[in-house]
């Protein structure tokens, strides 16, 4: 008998493409345990408290997770890299303070939407840029550009709000608005989230991702780019947080320097609760959008049972805890059963 040869690429994406069904690929396994967390947390606030189901309880509670959750979906890319973005509280306060203020000097809304995400994709751009200088994880570089960006927001809007918007340029009316009872914004970030589900799983860029993630010097011998994957990357996030930069001006028609604080947090969170372990090799958009869905529903809960919002910050970092451990626990098991 002859052995069949194995290539690099087919080893290190196997775990992906093995999934043997159309239905498992597009709602895998990983999509429906936190669909059946999130629909459980629902129930288990609305039996206390029935309003909790309304439609506008529920939109609202999408409009909040959107601004952080639309950053989350681009988190997934790093951390199925093993790498970690800590600045993006700061590049989406920097955005949104940017565009806010060339509005205000006369700069058509639209068009100031778009020069958000491109000085967002700079941002970004910069962050990868120094890691493959110095050859230091992202994390690292993005410990000291999470304070220079805020920095700059502050420095930009004086450290006060930034108003004097035309609210009644269509910027702001049809992104501000309910469209079929539901906020621009939701829909904006579940059209994301589809888009972005499409090159994760589907696409050379995506597979390079998760090849570099899961075995690095395969994916270096499969032809992959580790550089220019990781500035594509932190690129893609930096891009992603002037987006959501953009969706909050729209949406309050205002920006203050303060926003996205401790936004790292809930970034990263979203990512994690959805079921991107910090392993690397695989991640789910889509669970990232449902892991931002479960933030909102535990700080929405907490205040409908009259606890103080500061231990909304307290429950997402349990949350986390319980993510990572049940991952680790997982993958363990995982391993035991290949060896068997």
């Not at 920097?94 to 809304?109: F, H, Q």
């Not at 695989?282 to 231990?311: E, H, K, N, R, Y």
């Not at 349990?318 to 451990?325: D, F, H, L, P, S």
């Amino acid at each position: 008998m002859t052995k069949m040869s194995v290539t690099p690429q087919q080893r290190v994406l196997a775990p992906q493409s093995a999934r043997p069904s159309l239905l498992r690929r597009a709602f895998g396994v990983q999509e429906t345990g936190v669909i059946l967390v999130l629909v459980g947390l629902i129930a288990v606030v609305s039996v206390g408290h029935p309003r909790f189901l309304h439609v506008q309880s529920l939109t609202n509670l999408g409009q909040q997770a959107a601004f952080f959750g639309t950053i989350s979906l681009g988190m997934v890319f790093l951390l199925a890299m093993r790498e970690l973005d800590l600045s993006v509280g700061g590049s989406y306060a920097l955005t949104c303070i940017v565009a806010a203020t060339v509005v205000r000097d006369g700069m058509n809304p639209w068009i100031a939407a778009v020069l958000a995400i491109l000085l967002g994709v700079v941002l970004g751009a910069v962050n990868g840029v120094l890691a493959n200088l110095f050859r230091l994880p992202v994390i690292i570089i993005t410990l000291g550009t999470l304070t220079a960006y805020r920095g700059l927001a502050l420095v930009i809007s004086n450290s006060s709000p930034v108003g004097g918007q035309p609210l009644e340029s269509s910027f702001y009316r049809w992104l501000g608005e309910n469209h079929l009872r539901v906020p621009s914004i939701v829909w904006l970030f579940v059209l994301t989230c589809i888009v972005l589900t499409l090159i994760f799983r589907s696409t050379r860029f995506g597979f390079a991702v998760r090849a570099v993630g899961s075995n690095e010097e395969a994916a270096r011998l499969t032809g992959y780019s580790i550089k220019r994957t990781r500035l594509i990357v932190t690129m893609l996030v930096g891009g992603l947080a002037g987006l959501s930069g953009a969706f909050t001006l729209a949406f309050f028609g205002a920006a203050d320097p303060g926003v996205g604080t401790g936004y790292e947090l809930s970034v990263i969170a979203a990512a994690i609760i959805g079921g991107t372990g910090l392993a690397g090799g695989s991640g789910s958009v889509p669970g990232a959008l449902m892991g931002a869905l479960i933030i909102s529903v535990i700080g929405g809960g907490l205040t409908q049972f009259g606890v103080s919002a500061d231990w909304s910050s307290f429950a997402t970092g349990a949350v986390i805890v319980i993510a990572v451990g049940f991952d680790a626990i997982v993958r363990r098991r995982g391993r035991a059963g290949a060896r068997t």
